[in-house]
């Protein structure tokens, strides 16, 4: 099931229960660094005065933005449920394809584009697009997960399943799209331990999954507390001046 199919992209998140789900989990039982607040850093160093929010999801991060940084924040979505989820925050956002952004070329500071890009089917277009957007010297952060995320608990449930095929927007060939569009591209690389206390945790979790939830009911039963080992990439473009 490749996650830049656009019919399973628009049924995940026409509501927000299971996005809301493994987030909850994901926040409550990390140990270590949590590759949101070190993608979160990697705007704030920019110091921006305009951020533009691609793929906002309910607007938590983006709300952190606006009160942390004091900048004026744009945010998008493709979902209509997710952009009225941000709305009722009173966040400024819109329904928008991340493969034609709704804004003026050198419009932003800085592009943030968390854990999304590998769900757009014109991935080349949707780089292309932040990079228009972007005023000279502006920044892009893009994230994504390793291929081996979570490698832990895929194996604790032995489905027996081929290997998922790679995002499309990866931690390997990430920096090489960028690359195509931005001077300069650095990748930061964030490990850290989900500690999940029992069995049921697990299962919630597996449950929460766009692409693995059926496989829930084959978690088998933990007796101690279960680590596993989340892995993303932070790339951080910059345009130049």
Same mark, same amino acid.
């Given at each position: 099931?490749? !996650?830049?199919?656009?019919?399973?992209?628009?049924?995940?998140?026409?509501?927000?229960?299971?996005?809301?789900?493994?987030?909850?989990?994901? #926040?409550?039982?990390?140990?270590?660094?949590?590759?949101?607040d070190v993608a979160f850093d990697a705007v704030a160093e920019a110091q921006p005065k305009r951020l533009l929010d691609v793929g906002c999801g309910p607007g938590d991060v983006t709300q952190?933005?606006?009160?942390?940084?004091?900048?004026? @924040?744009?945010?998008?979505?493709?979902?209509?449920?997710?952009?009225?989820?941000?709305?009722?925050?009173?966040?400024?956002?819109?329904?928008?394809?991340?493969?034609?952004?709704?804004?003026?070329?050198?419009?932003?500071?800085?592009?943030?584009?968390?854990?999304?890009?590998?769900?757009?089917?014109? !991935?080349?277009?949707?780089?292309?697009?932040?990079?228009? @957007?972007? #005023?000279?010297?502006?920044?892009?952060?893009?994230?994504?997960?390793?291929?081996?995320?979570?490698?832990?608990l895929w194996k604790l449930i032995d489905d027996g399943a081929e290997p998922q095929e790679p995002l499309s927007f990866n931690s390997e060939n990430g920096g090489d799209l960028l690359s195509?569009?931005?001077?300069? @591209?650095?990748? #930061?690389?964030?490990?850290?331990?989900?500690?999940?206390?029992?069995?049921?945790?697990? #299962?919630?979790?597996?449950?929460?999954?766009?692409?693995?939830?059926?496989?829930?009911?084959?978690?088998?039963?933990?007796?101690?507390?279960?680590?596993?080992?989340?892995?993303?990439?932070?790339? @951080?473009?910059?345009?130049?001046?």
């Open positions: 099931m490749k !996650l830049d199919n656009p019919l399973l992209v628009r049924w995940e998140y026409a509501s927000e229960e299971r996005l809301a789900k493994r987030n909850s989990i994901f #926040r409550a039982l990390i140990e270590g660094d949590n590759p949101e952190r933005f606006v009160d942390e940084l004091g900048a004026h @924040v744009c945010a998008v979505d493709i979902s209509a449920r997710m952009v009225d989820l941000a709305k009722a925050r009173g966040l400024d956002a819109q329904v928008a394809d991340a493969e034609h952004l709704p804004f003026a070329a050198d419009d932003f500071d800085c592009v943030f584009a968390a854990w999304v890009l590998y769900h757009v089917p014109g !991935l080349e277009q949707a780089i292309a697009e932040c990079a228009r @957007v972007l #005023r000279p010297g502006g920044r892009l952060v893009a994230t994504c997960y390793h291929d081996d995320n979570f490698s832990e195509k569009r931005f001077e300069r @591209v650095e990748r #930061r690389d964030v490990e850290a331990t989900l500690i999940f206390p029992t069995t049921e945790s697990i #299962r919630e979790f597996v449950a929460s999954t766009i692409d693995r939830a059926h496989l829930a009911p084959r978690v088998p039963d933990v007796v101690e507390p279960f680590r596993v080992t989340t892995h993303h990439a932070i790339f @951080v473009a910059e345009q130049p001046r």
